[in-house]
């Protein structure tokens, strides 16, 4: 992948570094990558109707780092010496005014997606801020990890990742499903041969960059100690789609009837990598067994992920409460008391997540030379409520809203017919004076919130992206018991215990 196709001019050469334009952004895409759906090879994804609107969503933000309505809150200058400006999340992080800036831009980007967008290129950020100053922890790679902070950062670049093993043959160990998990086949001057696959690539298709590591069940063979990228147009990788809500949405209806799965759809995808080479240069972590099995919990990219999942995810669910708001006042039920509740429990969890973001952004922990993370604790406490949240929120829409959801006529073209109009507009009219138009517009988007296949996939999304259930409460409770937390809490039932006995109390200050 290049800026532009055909390299940059002497301007272009000799100007400070800069991140893509939405134009280069969407020319940079085409090249030879393979991604395959309903048993064709697409041949230009910014074309093809399952991508190319959601790729234009992702323009409007590189072009938002360009437009100075945006660019104080979004930008910072780079500090690789470049003399040029970058996303704030790019760079590291050395003081919670940094944290708290970061927090806004990564919010600010969400908002352009009313929250939608889980993948834009700040959530892979979240690893890439990290490579400068963890560099040696990548050691005998370590030039590997400056390298590509300086290029990911000038450029902006958008990465995704595939970490986690197919779900196949999961009770045995990762070394005996050689057939199917990513594992290295030789080692070779020109770098490493690698076969196999991930999931679930989302939105990959949209990328320069996937990266590939090690999340999960341990391992003992070093072909299976990997952490390294690979370029999308890599020969031999290939990237199989689910079923493309975005294509189904503009074939079916309009975006009056779907606004939100005909552009906003991230198409979830399996890695397959067939023999691919990754050139040296391209690996972090290669046969050493013990840095891969630490790479999450030493990388930075777990405190830096939830952190911009929990800012996001406060962004979309105050857009999810402002939708559900409009739904009541539109069924007239908005003055029911338990219907206000409800909407009360939704705000209160739009509240908790903005709380459990602050919180890590101006409570960070010391890292690296000076570097700060956000605070894991919140991150962690993120990733359970997330899973409990977002489907309590989803289940209070479908309680409250009900039959109004689809007592809507079938698409755009149903006004535009004059033999139904005048009955649409008596009989599916809101209330309030709102006219049947706006009704059916808005419970529309919000059916495509929660109920179409786009909606679904998003409550998913939400409940496993950042772990399974039972990992996001396990790795809470052995974070705090590695940190000796669990002990001073029950130290601090102890100091209770110890004031009293079976002859009464065992300090001065209280009367037996």
Known sequence: MSEHPDGPGPAEASRPARPLTGAEYIESLRDDREVYINGERVKDVTEHPAFRNPIRMTARLYDALHDPKY?????????????????????????????????KAIATWARMSYGWMGRSPDYKASFLGTLGANSEFYAPFEENAKRWYKESQEKVLYWNHALVHPPVDRKRPPDEVRDVFVHVEKETDSGLVVSGAKVVATGSALTHYNFIAH?????????FALVATIPMDAKGMKLICRPSYTAMANSVGSPFDYPLSSRLDENDTILVLDKVLIPWENVFIYGDLGKVQTFTGQSGFIERSTFQGCTRLAVKLEFIAGLLAKALEITGTEDFRGVQTRLGEVLAWRNLFWGLSDAAARNPVPWRDGALLPNPQYGQAYRWFTQVGYARIREIVLQDVASALIYINSSAEDFKNPEIRSYLDTYVRGSNGIDAETRVKVMKLLWDSVGTEFGGRHELYERNYAGSHENTRIELLFGQVASGQVDDYKRFVDTCLDEYDLDGWTVPDMHR
Do not use: N
């Not at 809150?73 to 800036?101: C, K, N, Q």
């Not at 999960?216 to 070093?222: E, S």
């Open 71 to 103: 660019k104080d809150v979004l930008t910072a200058p780079t500090d690789t010496g470049s003399g040029g400006y970058t996303h704030r999340f790019f760079r590291t992080p050395h003081s919670v005014e940094d944290m708290i800036a970061d927090q």
């Open 215 to 223: 999340y999960g069940l341990p391992i003992k063979r070093r072909e």
